[in-house]
């Protein structure tokens, strides 16, 4: 298992929860249902590297790329550090990980 996978995964389950913390404590089903769906495609994604399929690799890049962009307009905007400024520093490593994985094979 590489780290990109595990990148993949541990941003995934990050979005998931997130987006049952943002649910609970602003009643925001926007978050409960972009965090999920964003989360379940990295676990995805996750998995499809794990059988090998190099697929795996560009979903996870474009799921967490667009979240690092989600989460930097929302840092922008707010100037809250939690979650937005976290979840985008937290993407961005797990984005430089997935692309350094696919530029090196």
Not at 74 to 97: E, N
Request: aromatic share 8%; glycine share 12%; proline share 1%.
């Amino acid at each position: 298992m590489n780290l990109s996978i595990i990148a993949a995964f541990a941003y995934g389950i990050l979005a998931i929860a997130g987006g049952i913390i943002g649910y609970i404590q602003a009643t925001s089903k926007v978050s409960l249902i972009s965090g999920s769906i964003s989360g379940l495609l990295l676990i995805l994604a996750a998995y499809f590297q794990l059988q090998g399929q190099t697929w795996g690799a560009i979903l996870a890049v474009i799921v967490t790329g667009v979240l690092v962009v989600v989460f930097a307009v929302r840092l922008a905007k707010t100037r809250k550090f939690m979650p937005a400024g976290l979840m985008t520093i937290l993407g961005m490593l797990a984005l430089a990980v997935m692309v350094n994985q696919i530029v090196g094979n």
